[in-house]
């Protein structure tokens, strides 16, 4: 069955530095999902790509979803300690969503 | 403005005993899941209905049963609640493959 990865599974920046969380499919999807979690909290969905090589900002976020529609990138510039949390990539499978283990993001003031 | 509201937030239960987990939505989905987290495991699916009247098997649905109540409600039942099914339970809701909305979770331990 479809298998949705993500590397790294942590990663601890300094506030201020750069993150990138990465996110490979066993199979080609028709749309790649993003969530965070806030530790305590629930995931929260933050975006979803559709299109080949589609490429989508917020604020400091951009969100890339490969040309074979098989990977997707979330990459955090200058972080602050609000970023704080785990990043899920989540890709559909039938009526449901198969999530990647996810990427927790520790940020140091 | 609820959204997706699940109760009860924590748990304690017994080797053994036996609960239900509740979960409604009020954003009119079609489709309502059940998920575990545990620690270094991302989210796993349990259950999911795609609609009023259909329930599915996903990824661990192993001493788990649900019912889909109407199409606002889907309960999660642990009939002989085990220490390994502590985790915290998060049910959401979507329409088909749309992006989907979490409660808040329910924090269960088994002793």
């Known amino acids: 069955g479809q298998q949705v990865m993500q590397i790294p599974q942590y990663q601890h920046v300094q506030e201020g530095e750069d993150f990138t969380t990465y996110c490979n499919s066993s199979?080609?999807?028709?749309?790649i999902q993003w969530y965070k979690q806030r530790p305590g909290g629930h995931p929260v969905f933050l975006i979803q790509?559709?299109?080949?090589?589609e490429v989508k900002k917020q604020k400091r976020l951009t969100f890339q979803f490969g040309e074979a529609k098989k990977n997707s990138s979330l990459h955090i510039t200058a972080t602050q300690t609000t970023d704080v949390g785990t990043y899920f990539c989540?890709?559909?499978?039938?009526?449901?969503?198969?999530f990647g283990k996810g990427t927790s993001l520790l940020v140091t003031p | 403005n609820a959204g997706v509201t699940q109760t009860p937030k924590f748990q304690v239960l017994k080797t053994g005993q036996s609960m239900t987990l509740q979960c409604a939505q009020d954003?009119?989905?079609?489709?309502m899941y059940w998920y575990r987290q545990d620690p270094g495991m991302g989210l796993r699916l349990i259950y999911y209905?795609?609609?009023?009247?259909?329930?599915d098997k996903g990824e661990v649905p192993n001493g788990y049963n649900v019912s889909r109540l109407n199409k606002r409600e889907f309960s999660l039942r642990l009939e002989s609640a085990a220490p390994s099914q502590t985790s915290v339970y998060f049910c959401?809701?979507?329409?088909?493959?749309?992006?989907?909305?979490f409660g808040d979770g329910t924090r269960l331990s088994i002793l």
């Open positions: 959401a809701s979507s329409e088909g493959i749309q992006p989907q909305h």
């Open positions: 199979t080609t999807l028709s749309n």
């Open positions: 790509l559709v299109k080949s090589g």
């Open positions: 989540a890709g559909p499978t039938g009526y449901a969503l198969n």
């Open positions: 954003m009119n989905h079609n489709s």
């Open positions: 209905s795609a609609s009023e009247g259909t329930t």
